[in-house]
C-alpha cells in the first residue's frame, strides 16, 4: 500500500508543481510585452509600421516611395526619365513596384506596368526604372515611384536620443523629481500619525471616520479633478506645484490610511501597553515603537506612491501651469515629443523604458529596506 507524501513535514505538496507552472506562467505573460516594448524601442518608425517586434531579427519588406531623379528626354516612345530607385549605388533588390500610393506593389519587377494617360513604368529588380510619358509636352514634374524592398534588421539608439537630448527634458526631469518626492513624503507623514490614531487611541466617531476613509477609496479620481482646482483657485494656489502636491496627497491618504492603520492594528499590544505603563506617552509610543515596527507598510506605500506620481499624466496635466517650464516628463512627451509626431511608436516605447529607470532604482532601494523592516519586526 502507497503512503502520500502530502501532509509530511519535508514532503513537497501534490499542488507545488501546479504552483511553480502557474507562477512561471504568469512571469512569461507579464514578460512577453516587456520584451516587446524593449525590442520596439530600438526600431525606427517604419519596421514598426511593417512587421511585429517578434519579426525584428529576420528582414521585412517595406514600401517606400521615391521621386525620379533627372530629366526627361524625348524619344519615338515619348517622353522618358530613367534611373535606379536606390541611388547611384544601386544597392537592393525590388519586390514590387506601383505608380500610385494607393497601389505601391500593383507590379513585379521585370514587368512593365500600365498606367493613366498611356504611361508605363519598367523597374527591374535591382531597382533600374524606365518611365514612359508619351505627350506631346514635356512634363512639368518628376513623377514618384514607388517599390517594396527587404529591408535587413536594424536597430538603433535613436529613439532614446531623441528621449534624453530632447530640448527641454532636462528641466522636465527636475520638476518630475519636484513633483514626485513632496508628494510621497506627505502623505505618508499625515497618513502615519491618522493611522496610528485610528488604530491605538480611543475617541468619539473613530469608526465613523474609518468607514468614511473607506469610502473614499472608490470615490473615482476623475469626479474630484474639477472641484478640487476649483477649492485651489480659491484660495489662491491654483495651477501651481502646490496645488499638485496637495492633490496628489489628497488622492493618495485615503489608501495610505487604510493600508497603515490595518497594518498598526496587527502590532503586538503586549508591547504597546508596557510602554504605555511606563510612563511613555502616545507620541513616544508611536516615533519610538509603531513607527519603527511599521516600517514595512510605509515603505510599500511609498514605492505605490512614487510610481503612481512619477507616472502620472491626468493630474500633473490639470493641476500644473501648460507652460513648458512647468512640464513633467510625462507631459513633455505626449505633448511635445508624441504630439509632433502621431504614433511614433518608436518614441513611446523608448519613452517608457527612460521615464521607468529611477522608479526601477527607488523600488529595489526600497525594497531591500523593506526586508530590514520585516526581519526588525520579528524580533521585538
Do not use: C
Not at 503586538?268 to 513607527?291: C, H, M, N, W, Y
Not at 512640464?327 to 518614441?347: H, P, Y
Amino acid at each position: 500500500m502507497s503512503v502520500s507524501d502530502d501532509g509530511i513535514a519535508g514532503a513537497k505538496s501534490s499542488l507545488s508543481l501546479v504552483t511553480n507552472l502557474s507562477v512561471i506562467f504568469l512571469v512569461v505573460l507579464w514578460l512577453i510585452p516587456t520584451v516587446g516594448l524593449l525590442v520596439s524601442s530600438f526600431r525606427d518608425r517604419d519596421a514598426i509600421s511593417s512587421s511585429g517586434w517578434w519579426n525584428a531579427p529576420f528582414a521585412t519588406e517595406q514600401n517606400f516611395a521615391a521621386g525620379a531623379e533627372g530629366e526627361f528626354t524625348q524619344t519615338p516612345d515619348g517622353w522618358v526619365i530613367e534611373g535606379n530607385v536606390f541611388g547611384e549605388d544601386g544597392s537592393g533588390t525590388v519586390t514590387a513596384f506601383g505608380g500610385r500610393r494607393a497601389e505601391p506593389t500593383a507590379f513585379q519587377p521585370g514587368t512593365t506596368g500600365e498606367l493613366v494617360r498611356g504611361r508605363t513604368l519598367t523597374m527591374e529588380a535591382n531597382g533600374d526604372y524606365r518611365y514612359v510619358d508619351p505627350g506631346e509636352d514635356a512634363p512639368r514634374r518628376n513623377p514618384t515611384l514607388y517599390f517594396g524592398t527587404q529591408v535587413p534588421p536594424s536597430f538603433s539608439t535613436d529613439n532614446y536620443e531623441t528621449i534624453l537630448f530632447s530640448n527641454g527634458m532636462d528641466v522636465a526631469f527636475i520638476n518630475t523629481l519636484t513633483v514626485t518626492i513632496p508628494a510621497t513624503i506627505i502623505p505618508i507623514l499625515i497618513a502615519a500619525f491618522a493611522a496610528y490614531a485610528l488604530a491605538w487611541m480611543d475617541f468619539p466617531f473613530r469608526g465613523t471616520i474609518i468607514a468614511v476613509i473607506v469610502g473614499l477609496l472608490v470615490v473615482p479620481l476623475q469626479l474630484a479633478l474639477v472641484p478640487m482646482l476649483t477649492f485651489h483657485n480659491d484660495i489662491g494656489i491654483g495651477q501651481s506645484f502646490y496645488g499638485i502636491w496637495f492633490a496628489h496627497t489628497g488622492f493618495g491618504l485615503p489608501l495610505a490610511i487604510y493600508l497603515l492603520r490595518n497594518y498598526m492594528v496587527g502590532l503586538p499590544r503586549d508591547i504597546i501597553e508596557s510602554a504605555k505603563v511606563d510612563g511613555a506617552t502616545d507620541f513616544q509610543v508611536f516615533t519610538k515603537i509603531v513607527l519603527p515596527l511599521s516600517f514595512p507598510a510605509l515603505a510599500s506605500f511609498a514605492i505605490f506612491q512614487f510610481l503612481w506620481t512619477w507616472n502620472d499624466l491626468l493630474v500633473a496635466k490639470v493641476f500644473l501651469p501648460s507652460n513648458s517650464d512647468s512640464w513633467v516628463m510625462t507631459v513633455k512627451i505626449a505633448d511635445d515629443l508624441l504630439g509632433s509626431r502621431g504614433g511614433d511608436w518608436g518614441i513611446l516605447a523608448a519613452a517608457a523604458f527612460v521615464s521607468i529607470a529611477v522608479p526601477l532604482i527607488v523600488f529595489f532601494t526600497m525594497q531591500r529596506y523593506l526586508v530590514r523592516g520585516l526581519l526588525a519586526g520579528s524580533v521585538k
